[in-house]
């Protein structure tokens, strides 16, 4: 089963439906999330999300969606398997980490350098990257803001396989998603939930928290120093205020 390409726009809420769809279908066992183009997705538009803040617009209502980070609503009790290729940086990579199964095309770049311009891993990162790679690992890339490839993603644990091309991880991607699917559903849901017992409660207080530091940060004046730098193309200059 295909849904259809999500068109640019309000992606979150829209993939949030397709979630919610893929959920509630009994004929639907397994899932691959994979972007078409030249990448899997360079994270959030900032200006936009910048503009919401500073409007005060409530968030929308979640009725009839899944969210894709796994923090405003109870999780997926389907499987996931996320294929990247190409940039999946910041917001893109978290939506990554909130997979259960992770492939990713030799190609691929994964960034997490939210800190080098005034913003922090509101997505889930915090929690997730260090729960899946270590705390050193986590913190190597996200307090530096430095990229990494496939096979580094690969050896801290992140990924599961590595293909060669974003077809063949695409094809791995799906052939994953079939035996998945081939399994008895109830055991499989049976799973995720056993699994998640131990997960959910410790992180779901530090996942929730993550929206109000992040809104926060974007009323600083160290965040727009770094619109203005990378606007101006210049390193920022940063005074902790």
Same mark, same amino acid.
């Given at each position: 089963?295909?849904?259809?390409? %999500? ?10 439906? #397709? ?26 538009? =900032? ?36 294929? #990247? ?11 990554? %980490?909130?997979?259960? =199964? ?24 915090? #929690? ?21 490839? *496939? ?10 396989? =590595? ?5 063949? *991880? ?72």
């Amino acid at each position: 089963h295909a849904f259809q390409p %999500l068109e640019r726009g309000d992606w979150r809420r829209r993939m949030g439906e #397709v979630f919610y769809a893929y959920e509630h279908d009994a004929s639907l066992r397994a899932a691959v999330l994979f972007g078409h183009g030249d990448r899997f997705s360079r994270g959030i538009d =900032v200006d936009a999300a910048q503009a919401n803040l500073q409007s005060g617009q409530p968030p929308a209502d979640p009725a009839g969606t899944v969210d894709v980070l796994g923090k405003a609503t109870p999780p997926l009790g389907k499987p996931v398997v996320c294929v #990247v290729h190409g940039d999946t940086w910041n917001l893109g990579h978290e939506i990554y %980490l909130a997979c259960d =199964v992770r492939i990713a095309a030799a190609n691929t770049e994964f960034g997490q350098d939210e800190n080098t311009h005034g913003r922090f891993p509101g997505g889930g990162a915090t #929690v997730r990257f260090v729960r899946e790679a270590g705390w050193g690992n986590a913190m190597r890339y996200m307090l530096t803001g430095d990229h990494w490839s *496939a096979d580094e993603s690969y050896r801290m644990g992140i990924t599961q396989l =590595v293909a060669a091309t974003p077809q063949a *991880a695409l094809d791995a991607g799906i052939a994953m998603a079939r035996k998945i699917a081939a399994a008895a559903p109830l055991s499989t849901r049976a799973t995720l939930t056993s699994a998640r017992h131990v997960t959910t409660p410790i992180e779901a207080d530090a996942l929730a928290k993550t929206n109000a530091t992040y809104a926060a940060l974007y009323k600083t004046e160290d965040f727009l120093e770094g619109r203005r730098a990378e606007a101006e193309g210049r390193p920022p200059k940063y005074r902790g205020k």
